[in-house]
């Protein structure tokens, strides 16, 4: 049995005891992760996803954390005073070891989902923000069961209109991201919705933050071409 499976932008066809070089996922050496995207099952029964196959999944094991070979980036643009730069860059990668193959299942499996490093920094990000949120509704739920219907349907008109203006706030409070290079209000809104507000997270990416975030807003080399680290540094300042 074979499966096509998708991580890190990517497809790759997979077999158990395939040794994998993967986009660099949040996960340690020896843990066990389950990906969750799978396009394609073959083998006796193929099935083929529209877009995924529900239910299956790929499982493996984490081997280690490494970098790729050094890849020497040249930039020089016309027109602009000779400008030009060489930088090296080394893709943090993870490397891992398919274990097993699930057809169907995949939700009872009980093994943590494959997340890219910044995907799983939004999740602990959002997970964080709402837990005050559930321990303030706990003493709520002790309540009788005749009440708490009602109780329900009184908050749930008041919670959305506090909802929209913590959003609004959030937007509001957000540096303007149109003044970097390139960004129009359309990319400023997808920066957003990806938990991007400020020029100060825009100085802190990392090389791997920049490759997710090329992947993650289908503009391939756009971040490096147009320079908005630098220029993130600067107007952060």
């Given at each position: 049995?074979f499966?096509?499976?998708?991580t890190?932008?990517?497809?790759?066809?997979?077999?158990?005891?395939?040794?994998?070089?993967?986009?660099?996922?949040?996960?340690?050496a020896?843990?066990?992760?389950?990906?969750?995207?799978?396009?394609?099952?073959?083998?006796?029964?193929?099935?083929?996803?529209?877009?995924?196959?529900?239910?299956?999944?790929?499982?493996?094991?984490?081997?280690?954390?490494?970098?790729?070979?050094?890849?020497?980036?040249?930039?020089?643009?016309?027109?602009?005073?000779?400008?030009?730069?060489?930088?090296?860059?080394?893709?943090?990668?993870?490397?891992?070891?398919?274990?097993?193959?699930?057809?169907?299942?995949?939700?009872?499996?009980?093994?943590?989902?494959?997340?890219?490093?910044?995907?799983?920094?939004?999740?602990?990000?959002?997970?964080?923000?709402?837990?005050?949120?559930?321990?303030?509704?706990?003493?709520?739920?002790?309540?009788?069961?005749?009440?708490?219907?009602?109780?329900?349907?009184?908050?749930?008109?008041?919670?959305?209109?506090?909802?929209?203006?913590?959003?609004?706030?959030?937007?509001?409070?957000?540096?303007?991201?149109?003044?970097?290079?390139?960004?129009?209000?359309?990319?400023?809104?997808?920066?957003?919705?990806?938990?991007?507000?400020?020029?100060?997270?825009?100085?802190?990416?990392?090389?791997?933050?920049?490759?997710?975030?090329?992947?993650?807003?289908?503009?391939?080399?756009?971040i490096?071409?147009?320079?908005?680290?630098?220029?993130?540094k600067?107007?952060?300042?």
């Amino acid at each position: 049995m074979f499966a096509v499976l998708k991580t890190g932008g990517k497809q790759y066809k997979v077999q158990a005891g395939d040794v994998l070089r993967v986009e660099k996922l949040a996960a340690n050496a020896g843990d066990k992760i389950q990906f969750n995207e799978i396009l394609m099952i073959g083998g006796d029964k193929p099935a083929v996803g529209a877009p995924l196959v529900e239910g299956a999944a790929v499982q493996a094991e984490v081997i280690e954390q490494i970098k790729a070979d050094k890849v020497i980036h040249y930039v020089k643009r016309r027109r602009k005073h000779s400008s030009q730069r060489t930088k090296g860059h080394r893709q943090q990668l993870t490397l891992l070891r398919v274990t097993d193959i699930l057809a169907s299942g995949a939700d009872k499996s009980g093994v943590s989902a494959a997340l890219g490093t910044a995907a799983a920094r939004i999740a602990a990000h959002e997970t964080g923000t709402t837990a005050p949120a559930k321990k303030a509704e706990a003493p709520k739920a002790a309540t009788s069961k005749a009440a708490a219907p009602k109780a329900e349907k009184a908050a749930a008109p008041k919670a959305a209109p506090k909802a929209e203006k913590t959003a609004e706030a959030a937007t509001a409070a957000a540096d303007d991201l149109k003044k970097l290079s390139g960004v129009g209000p359309a990319l400023e809104k997808k920066l957003h919705e990806a938990g991007v507000t400020s020029f100060a997270q825009i100085a802190a990416w990392t090389d791997a933050d920049v490759a997710e975030m090329d992947e993650k807003l289908s503009f391939k080399g756009r971040i490096e071409r147009e320079g908005w680290v630098g220029q993130a540094k600067d107007l952060a300042k």
